[in-house]
T-cell receptor, first 112, second 111 residues
Framework: EPEVTQTPSHQVTQMGQEVILRCVPI?????FYWYRQILGQKVEFLVS????????KSEIFDDQFSVERPDGSNFTLKIRSTKLEDSAMYFC??????????FGSGTRLTVV | KQEVTQIPAALSVPEGENLVLNCSFT??????LQWFRQDPGKGLTSLLL?????REQTSGRLNASLDKSSGRSTLYIAASQPGDSATYLC??????????FGQGTRLTINP
């Protein structure tokens, strides 16, 4: 069964550093998303991406965050200057039609 | 603003029992509803997707129902097994295909 692949599985970074989280969505999917889950809290929407542009973003997705689809297969989330409160599990998801999602296994980001 | 609530927060039952997990949402203007399973420290595995025009979906021992008018969904698990132990998440899909999640129900099946 097709999978959404995320790398790395775990990343530790120092506060103030830039991080890039990588995702390879399912190849024939058109809609791409990033979500995050702070330990013990709900999974929260960050951003949706369709037709090479952001279609919606949450209040969390401020100027420190950006997304990119640099080629036909990768989808990245960049955090420019990490804060302690950015520590969370980040999930990439994709969808072919915009209903029904496939999630990756996540990247655990730890900011120290 | 859409709010999704799942009750109970945690549930522990003996193996073999049938059980029901509940999900409620405040805004009935949803496109679809999706149930996921999350194992500790892991990603989200899709279990069932219910289109807004459907009343229920079944996959193996799982059955999910949707009542949009009352803002409720249930996930029924038949003949529970220890391998079913996980956190079950309900999420509604609305507006620009954004998922809004509940807090989840942490399920433990005791052998």
């Amino acid at each position: 069964e097709p999978e959404v692949t995320q790398t790395p599985s775990h990343q530790v970074t120092q506060m103030g550093q830039e991080v890039i989280l990588r995702c390879v969505p399912i190849s024939n999917h058109l809609y791409f998303y990033w979500y995050r889950q702070i330990l013990g809290q709900k999974v929260e929407f960050l951003v949706s991406f369709y037709n090479n542009e952001i279609s919606e973003k949450s209040e969390i997705f401020d100027d420190q965050f950006s997304v990119e689809r640099p080629d036909g297969s990768n989808f990245t989330l960049k955090i420019r200057s990490t804060k302690l409160e950015d520590s969370a599990m980040y999930f990439c998801a994709s969808s072919r039609t915009g209903d029904g999602y496939t999630f990756g296994s996540g990247t655990r980001l730890t900011v120290v | 603003k859409q709010e999704v609530t799942q009750i109970p927060a945690a549930l522990s039952v003996p193996e073999g029992e049938n059980l029901v997990l509940n999900c409620s949402f405040t805004d009935s203007a949803i496109y679809n509803l999706q149930w996921f399973r999350q194992d500790p420290g892991k990603g989200l595995t899709s279990l069932l997707l219910i289109q807004s025009s459907q009343r229920e979906q079944t996959s193996g021992r799982l059955n999910a129902s949707l009542d949009k008018s009352s803002g409720r969904s249930t996930l029924y698990i038949a003949a529970s097994q220890p391998g079913d132990s996980a956190t079950y998440l309900c999420a509604v899909i609305q507006g620009a295909q954004k998922l809004v999640f509940g807090q989840g129900t942490r399920l433990t099946i005791n052998p």
